[in-house]
């Protein structure tokens, strides 16, 4: 299975369970996990998270967290144009597109082959919102595309922090 990570992910981790420099064991087993082809961030999602200079967008500027982690294919436009349409609406407004943001290009990735691959996220499903408020969870579940929160990507590739005894 190839999990593809939100960046809400990675910025939730940081911001509260897996502090970088409290838990540096969670970010060595992340790239850990890249290197093996477990765990990828596309690069449209990526660039949420290295743009800027804290903690977070330091470690994810590092050669080899772009080395492990960052996926090696390009989207396929045509499914993100799918996901956009069909998943959120078809006549999506210049401000809902941007809070649309790049979900539907994570989506798309994972459309490429859903019994291989799951969206991994921090949100959760809320079937009730509609258009550029819709949720990764209910867009994935649209497309039969796999979806998961980190806990379920922890307990599946089994983190803990003496995760290198166990490699």
Not at 46 to 68: M, Q, R
């Amino acid at each position: 299975m190839l999990y593809l990570l939100d960046a809400n992910v990675f910025i939730t981790a940081k911001n509260t369970y897996y502090p970088i420099d409290r838990v540096p064991e969670f970010w060595e087993w992340l790239i850990h996990q890249g290197e093996q082809g477990n765990v990828k961030i596309v690069q449209e999602v990526y660039d949420e998270i290295h743009g800027g200079n804290d903690d977070l967008s330091l470690w994810a500027k590092e050669d080899e967290v772009v080395n492990a982690l960052i996926l090696d294919e390009a989207v396929d436009v045509d499914l993100v144009r799918v996901v956009t349409e069909e998943g959120y609406a078809g006549d999506l407004t210049d401000d809902e597109v941007e809070k649309v943001g790049r979900d539907p290009f994570l989506i798309a990735y994972a459309l490429i082959d859903i019994e291989n691959r799951t969206v991994v996220t921090t949100e959760v499903s809320s079937t009730r919102k509609q258009r550029a408020n819709r949720r990764v969870p209910d867009v994935c579940n649209d497309f039969n595309v796999k979806c998961g929160d980190t806990f379920k990507l922890t307990s599946e590739l089994i983190f803990s922090t003496n995760w290198k005894v166990r490699v």
